[in-house]
C-alpha cells in the first residue's frame, strides 16, 4: 500500500467523522484539531483508520503526532 492510500483512507476517516469541511481543504502538514476536532473525533478517525488498513498501533506511540502527515507516516511503519 501506497502512502498515499493510507493518507486518502485518513482523510476519508477524517470527513465521515468532522462537519463543515471539504476533501480539498485537508492538508496533511496540520492537525486534526486545526479543522475542528475534539479528542473523541481523533480517537475514532485513528481507530476506524486502524481498523480499515488492518493495523494495530499502540497508544503511546500515537500521543506524540501532531498532524496528519504524521500520522500517516506512523501507520506506513506499521503497514506489511
Known amino acids: ?46 481507530s476506524c483508520s486502524m481498523r480499515e488498513l488492518k493495523i494495530k498501533i499502540p497508544r503511546a506511540e500515537l500521543s506524540d503526532i501532531k498532524t496528519i502527515d504524521e500520522l500517516t507516516d506512523k501507520f506506513m511503519e506499521y503497514i506489511k
Open 1 to 46: 500500500m501506497t502512502r498515499e492510500e493510507v493518507f486518502s483512507i485518513i482523510k476519508k476517516n477524517i470527513l465521515d467523522n468532522l462537519e463543515d469541511i471539504e476533501e480539498d481543504e485537508i492538508d496533511g502538514g496540520k492537525s486534526m484539531k486545526d479543522y475542528g476536532a475534539d479528542s473523541l473525533d481523533i480517537i475514532e478517525v485513528v
